[in-house]
């Protein structure tokens, strides 16, 4: 069982990045997905979820208008798709999945780093 998160780097401010989570020996389709990020020096903190019904849970009144989180079950994928990136967007992203959407769930992804930097 495995997730792996990928499609961090650095991006200007005010640029776009798409994240990936793609999952082994899950379906990801049948679980809740979420994304969560840890900046330096910061808790970590969630971003967005998406049941397994496609309902979405805002974790971060921050990234709301700029950060959309949505499926593909066929590649059994989960995006993060982040436009209008700030430099306080900087940390490393987490995918992980759970039954349901949750701040504390059970499978985590290794990371991903995005650096939001002129």
């Known amino acids: 069982v495995q997730l792996q998160a990928s499609g961090g780097g650095l991006v200007q401010p005010g640029g776009s990045l798409r994240l990936s989570c793609a999952g082994s020996g899950l379906t990801l389709a049948n679980l809740a997905i979420g994304w969560f990020r840890q900046a330096p020096g910061k808790e970590r903190e969630g971003v967005l979820c998406i049941s397994s019904r496609d309902h979405i849970t805002d974790y971060l009144d921050s990234v709301k208008g700029r950060f959309t989180i949505s499926r593909d079950n066929a590649e059994n994928t989960v995006y993060l798709q982040m436009n209008s990136l700030k430099p306080e967007d900087t940390a490393v992203y987490y995918c992980?999945?759970?039954?349901?959407?949750?701040?504390?769930?059970?499978?985590w992804g290794q990371g991903t780093l995005v650096t939001v930097s002129s």
């Open positions: 992980a999945a759970e039954l349901i959407c949750t701040v504390v769930p059970t499978y």
